[in-house]
T-cell receptor
Framework: SAVISQKPSRDICQRGTSLTIQCQVD?????MFWYRQQPGQSLTLIAT?????????ESGFVIDKFPISRPNLTFSTLTVSNLSPEDSSIYLC???????????????FGPGTRLTVL | AQKVTQAQTEISVVEKEDVTLDCVYE???????LFWYKQPPSGELVFLIR??????QNEISGRYSWNFQKSTSSFNFTITASQVVDSAVYFC???????????FGAGTQVVVTP
């Protein structure tokens, strides 16, 4: 299984500033995914991050607002720029990994970063 | 476009009751994957199951069971003999890939009281 850690676990930021979230995986993975969960809502995919290429963004998400880095196969960062209160959410990193049930692949999620924008 | 509907916003049960969570999906893909996740109050997402569109067999794992019916585009989840620790938000999700880009439903909050 894949163990994912995220830093910071939570932060409170001022409007107009930026926050960079780190995601570290304990094994090499081809693709890493960033999701957003707004308060009381479901999860929405922001982008897919491949090592060595630019991230692929989903509709409604743009690189200027959510720049992503993927310097190697175990690490990625997501920056949320020019923060506004509407950016207050939980941001989750996700990877595919081999689960406990043999060859069964699972989609693992990190513990999330809870961002509050004042 | 893909869509996942979890019509039940919240379900409240007393411990030891069974609870069934509905999940209805829409997709034009012939190959797709369905997932269930649990999100307890602590916030982490716990993977429960992944099922591909060619495998309509129902599955049982302990007190959990899943009923996949392509004819009605449903992938329902039942918790048998519920326990307080089952209290969480449960998400159904759909993907055209075996993993990665998941389309989540709105989630169903399950509250189990002693």
């Amino acid at each position: 299984s894949a163990v994912i850690s995220q830093k910071p676990s939570r932060d409170i930021c001022q409007r107009g500033t930026s926050l960079t979230i780190q995601c570290q995986v304990d094994s090499q993975v081809t693709m890493m995914f960033w999701y957003r969960q707004q308060p009381g809502q479901s999860l929405t995919l922001i982008a897919t991050a491949n090592q060595g290429s630019e991230a692929t963004y989903e509709s409604g998400f743009v690189i200027d607002k959510f720049p992503i880095s993927r310097p190697n196969l175990t690490f990625s960062t997501l920056t949320v720029s020019n923060l506004s209160p509407e950016d207050s959410s939980i941001y989750l990193c996700s990877v595919e990994g081999r689960g406990g049930s043999g060859s069964y692949n699972e989609q693992f999620f990190g513990p999330g970063t809870r961002l509050t924008v004042l | 476009a893909q869509k996942v509907t979890q019509a039940q916003t919240e379900i409240s049960v007393v411990e030891k009751e069974d609870v069934t969570l509905d999940c209805v999906y829409e997709t034009r893909d012939t190959t797709y994957y369905l997932f269930w996740y649990k999100q307890p109050p602590s916030g982490e997402l716990v993977f429960l199951i992944r099922r591909n569109s060619f495998d309509e067999q129902n599955e049982i794992s302990g007190r959990y069971s899943w009923n996949f019916q392509k004819s009605t585009s449903s992938f329902n989840f039942t918790i048998t003999a519920s326990q307080v620790v089952d209290s969480a938000v449960y998400f159904c999700a759909l993907s055209e890939y075996s993993w990665g880009k998941l389309q989540f439903g709105a989630g169903t909050q399950v509250v189990v009281t002693p």
